[in-house]
């Protein structure tokens, strides 16, 4: 299942995370935002051990949301030692969430 990501534990998970790590931001009155959800929950599935895989609701986490410029929903961040590497706006198949996790395995 993936972590619930907060203003409180934002730091502790996703910047000092030795894995890299996919970051949902998401709402539950998003339309959009419920297409990805279960392909992130299959992916925390997948990638337990190998990549943490958490999300954001941005109506309860403000800050993170702000401190990354979140201005469209789903927004998905891929994070490496703790900075943002990749980007991914809008709802997509869960391979192309994938590819984007593989490449930060690397």
Same mark, same amino acid.
């Given at each position: #299942?993936?972590?619930?990501?907060?203003?409180?534990?934002?730091?502790?998970?996703?910047?000092?995370?030795?894995?890299?790590?996919?970051?949902?931001f998401w709402a539950e009155w998003c339309? =959009?935002?419920? #297409?990805? !959800?279960? /392909?992130?929950?299959?992916?925390?599935?997948?990638?337990? !051990?190998?990549?943490?895989?958490?999300?954001?609701?941005?109506? *309860?986490?403000?800050?993170?949301?702000?401190?990354? !410029?979140?201005?469209?929903? =789903? *927004?998905? /961040?891929?994070?490496?030692?703790?900075?943002?590497?990749?980007?991914?706006?809008?709802?997509? =198949?869960?391979? *192309?969430?994938?590819?984007?996790?593989?490449?930060?395995?690397?």
């Open positions: #299942m993936a972590l619930e990501i907060t203003d409180a534990n934002f730091n502790e998970v996703v910047e000092n995370s030795k894995q890299p790590v996919l970051l949902d339309g =959009p935002c419920r #297409m990805v !959800g279960p /392909l992130v929950e299959e992916l925390s599935k997948d990638y337990a !051990g190998k990549a943490v895989v958490g999300k954001v609701n941005v109506d *309860t986490n403000p800050e993170i949301s702000m401190k990354f !410029g979140i201005r469209n929903i =789903p *927004t998905i /961040l891929f994070f490496k030692d703790g900075k943002v590497v990749d980007k991914q706006v809008g709802a997509v =198949p869960k391979a *192309t969430l994938a590819a984007k996790l593989d490449a930060q395995l690397k």
